[in-house]
């Protein structure tokens, strides 16, 4: 075992927890983190609407935001998908104030896997850049990505 669920939750407390990319020619873009959504929202925000050749770049753009969050089974649960989850969700720039949202999924880390193989943020990146290729992608309900580590 190289660390356990404990330390590898603490360090991921200390990071970045949100992440925004815009997906192009199948491959994420990094664009915006922060350790909140709102940090991360704003930032992104700022970034679109910091000029007109800004609000031009992102119009249209398909993005896709990534939220850490961790997941603590309570005694009465039965099924425990994992310890920390990654949630997917996916966006367009639009001109209206909000932006449509489209679909959502979610990703679990167990804790066994965590302990045994640790945290990298690359799994991040690895993400995106699976769930970006139509090809690799699985839909297994509506709305739901399934990638396998």
Not at 97 to 122: R, S
């Amino acid at each position: 075992m190289k660390k356990n669920i404990k330390d590898i939750k603490k360090e991921l407390k200390n990071n970045n927890l949100v992440y925004w990319f815009n997906i192009k020619n199948n491959k994420g873009i990094l664009i915006s983190k922060g350790l909140t959504k709102n940090d991360a929202s704003n930032n992104l925000i700022d970034k679109i609407n910091s000029n007109t050749r800004g609000r031009e770049k992102y119009m249209d753009s398909k993005l896709w935001r990534l939220t850490i969050t961790f997941h603590k089974p309570e005694k009465s649960e039965k099924i425990i998908f994992g310890d920390i989850l990654i949630k997917v969700e996916n966006y367009i720039v639009v001109e209206k104030k909000d932006p449509e949202i489209g679909k959502t999924g979610n990703i679990w880390f167990k804790k066994n896997w965590l302990e045994y193989n640790d945290w990298d943020n690359k799994y991040i990146i690895n993400i995106v850049n699976k769930l970006s290729s139509t090809r690799k992608l699985k839909l297994t309900a509506p709305n739901i990505y399934n990638l396998l580590f």
